[in-house]
C-alpha cells in the first residue's frame, strides 16, 4: 500500500493540495506591485497595491467552495468583504515577518506540515486505516522525497515557511504574558461550578409611562451629548416596493405540475432520486435525492408531518403545502424507536414563487409608476386604486456601506443613494423581492446630526431615565409595604406590575429564566447569606431582590488534577490568546496606511 502510495505520490498530492494552495499561489506567493499590476487597484496596504485581476480572482476561487449552489448577492458582497480583509492580513503579517526575520527551517516546514495536514488530505483514501484518517501513512508519504518535486507541495512548502511557521512563531511571542495565574482558574472554576437556589422578585421600568420631555430638556440632552451624535454622511430614502408575489393561478400551476410529476416517478426505483437531484429547489437535499434522514413524529411542520406519518411506505404523497412551499414526499421506511414513531424521508421541493406572466404584469405596473413618479415624485402618486400589496415607506437615515433599513440588498441602491441630490428619483431597481423605485428624501453630510434627526432618540433616552426613576421609587415603596417582606417569592401575588418566583437549582454562568445571564443580581444571589433578602439592585435593565434558599459552594484548594480544572484552564488560554492576537492585529492595522477602494468597483 505505501509502496502504490509513494508510486502516484505527485498525483496524489496535487490533486489534494491544490483547493488548499490556490489562493495561496494566487495572493501569498505572488508579486502584487510587479508584472501582475493592472491599471486599476481595488487598494493600497502600505503603498502595496493589491490589483483588480487578482482581487476577483480570489473573489472566484473564494466562490468556488460553494460550487452548486447560487449565491446570492449578499453572499457575493460578503465573499469580497472578506478576501478584502484577508489581503490586507497577508500583506501586513509579510512585511512583519520580513521586518523581524521571522522565518522557518526545513525541520519546522516539516514538522508543522507533519502536525498540520491540508483539510483535503483527510478525505484521502490512500491515508485512511479502516476508513480512519492515518497519520502513520500520511508521514510515510511525506518522507517519500519524489513529494516535494510536485507544483502543489513546492506551494505548499512555501506557505508553511513564509507564513504558517512565522505566524506560529508570533502567536507564541504574543502570548508570553497570556497565561492565566491560579488566582484566576479558581475563579473561573468557582464561576462555572457554584450552583445555587433563590428566590426573585423583579419590576420592569418598561411598564410604567413616563411624561413627554421639555423641549428644553431635549435641547439640555442634545447640547450634552454632542460626541454621540457624528456620524458619517447619510440618507434617507421615500421608497415604493412593488413585491413579487404569487397569485392563487401561479400556486395551482406548481401545484399541478408535482400532481404531474408523481405520476412519472416510481418510487421503487431511482427515478424520485434523479429528479430532486436535478429539479428541487431544497438546496440542503438536493444533491443527496432529496434524502432528510430520520424524522421523528411532531418535530417538522405540522402539514409535513402529517403526511410524513399517514403515506404508505414506498408510495409518493399527493402535493403537500406548507409554509415553505410544495413537497412529494417519499417515505422509505417507517419505524418506532425508543417509543417515538419515526421515518426516513425524501422530498422534492418547489418554492411558491410567481410565474413569468404574472412578473410580465408587476413590470409593466413599475414601468406605469416609474413614469409617473419621475414627473412628481412619489408622494403625489395615488397607489389606492393600484395593486393592494404596493408598499410606500421610508427607509430612515443608514450609512454608506451599510444594510439599506426595510430595503435589505438591492443592487444600485447604495451607488444612487450617495453619488444623486435630494429628491432624485432612481431607476426601476429589483432584487428576489420586488421592484423598487427610490427618491432620495434627505441628506445629512459628515458631522453632527441634527436635532430633529435624532430628536425620537433623545426623547427615548430621557424617557428611559424617568421609567427607571419611577419603577425604582415604586418598588422601594411596595416592599416598605409589603405584609412578608422576607417572602420574595410571594410578591407578584400582591402587585401583577411585579414577576416573582424560585428559580431551579442553577449555575451562574447559565441564562436563568425572569432573572437573565450572570448579572449583578445573580451574583448577589450566590455570595448573599442564606435566607437574607438583598437590597434593591439593578441589573438587565430591571431592579430585582434576591433570597438565597441553597448554596453549594466550591472549597479550597480545587481539585487542580480533574480534568474539568484542566479543561478549564486549557479553555483560558487559547482564549486569551485568541484575543491577545486579535487586540494586537487591531492595534497594528491601524496604525497601517490603508487604501480601500472596494466601494469604487463594487458599491454595492
Sequence with gaps: MIQTLRNNAALIMWIVIIAFVATIVFAWGMDITSRNRVKDTVG?????????????????????????????????????????????SRILLRDLFNKMKIGASSDEIFDYIKRNPPPEVYSVPQFKTDSVFDTSKFIAFLNNPAVYENE???????????????????????????????????YQYKEETEKAVFEYAEINPQKFNAPIPSEEKIM?????????????EMVNLSFIKIPKISTEADEKAIYDELVNLRLKLNPLDSSFILEAK????????????????????????????????????????????????????????????????QALVRHIFRKIMPSAETLDRLSALVDSLHETIAEEGIKKVDISKLNTNIIVDSTG????????????????????????GENEVSEILENEEGYYILQIKKKIKKGILPLE?????????????????????????????????????????????????????V????????????????????????????????????????????????????????????????????ERLERSYYDWYLYYK???????????????
Design 453 to 505: 434627526v435624532v430628536k425620537g432618540k433623545i426623547i427615548e433616552a430621557i424617557s428611559d431615565s424617568l421609567r427607571k426613576d419611577i419603577a425604582y421609587g415604586y418598588f422601594k415603596e411596595f416592599i416598605s409595604k409589603v405584609p412578608d417582606k422576607n417572602s420574595v417569592a410571594s410578591f407578584s401575588k400582591y402587585d401583577s406590575l411585579i414577576v416573582s418566583g424560585v428559580t431551579d437549582t
Design 44 to 88: 493600497k496596504v502600505n503603498g502595496k497595491e493589491i490589483s483588480l485581476r487578482n482581487f476577483e480572482r480570489m473573489v472566484n476561487l473564494e466562490s468556488e467552495k460553494y460550487a452548486g449552489k447560487e449565491l446570492k448577492d449578499e453572499k457575493i458582497r460578503s465573499i469580497r468583504r472578506q478576501v478584502w480583509e484577508m489581503e490586507v
Design 152 to 186: 502543489g507541495m513546492l506551494a505548499l512548502e512555501k506557505h508553511t515557511e513564509q507564513f504558517s511557521v512565522p505566524m506560529q512563531t508570533l502567536r507564541i511571542l504574543l502570548s508570553m504574558q497570556e497565561f492565566p495565574f491560579k488566582s484566576e482558574v479558581e
Design 507 to 574: 449555575e451562574k454562568t447559565r441564562y436563568i429564566p425572569n432573572v437573565g445571564y450572570n448579572n449583578k443580581a445573580v451574583s448577589v444571589a450566590f455570595e448573599l447569606p442564606l435566607g437574607k433578602v438583598s437590597p434593591i439592585i439593578e441589573a438587565s435593565g430591571s431592579y430585582f431582590v434576591v433570597k438565597p434558599l441553597w448554596q453549594k459552594k466550591v472549597q479550597k484548594p480545587i481539585p487542580w488534577a480533574t480534568q474539568e480544572v484542566l479543561n478549564i484552564h486549557k479553555r483560558m488560554i487559547e
Design 590 to 604: 491601524s496604525s497601517a496606511k490603508i487604501e480601500d477602494n472596494l466601494n469604487q468597483f463594487y458599491l454595492d
Design 397 to 420: 437615515f443608514f450609512k454608506r456601506g451599510e444594510m439599506i433599513p426595510k430595503i435589505g440588498y438591492l443592487s444600485g441602491a447604495g451607488s444612487f443613494a450617495f453619488n444623486h
Design 278 to 341: 436535478n429539479e428541487s429547489d431544497d438546496e440542503a437535499t438536493a444533491s443527496n435525492g432529496g434524502y432528510l434522514g430520520w424524522i421523528v413524529r411532531g418535530t417538522t411542520d405540522p402539514q409535513f408531518d402529517s403526511a410524513v406519518f399517514t403515506v404508505k411506505v414506498n408510495e409518493i404523497s399527493m402535493p403537500v403545502k406548507t409554509k415553505f412551499g410544495y413537497h412529494l414526499i417519499l417515505v422509505e421506511k417507517r419505524e418506532k424507536k425508543d417509543g417515538k414513531e
Design 220 to 232: 439640555a440632552y442634545y447640547k450634552a451629548h454632542q460626541d454621540s451624535f457624528s456620524t458619517d
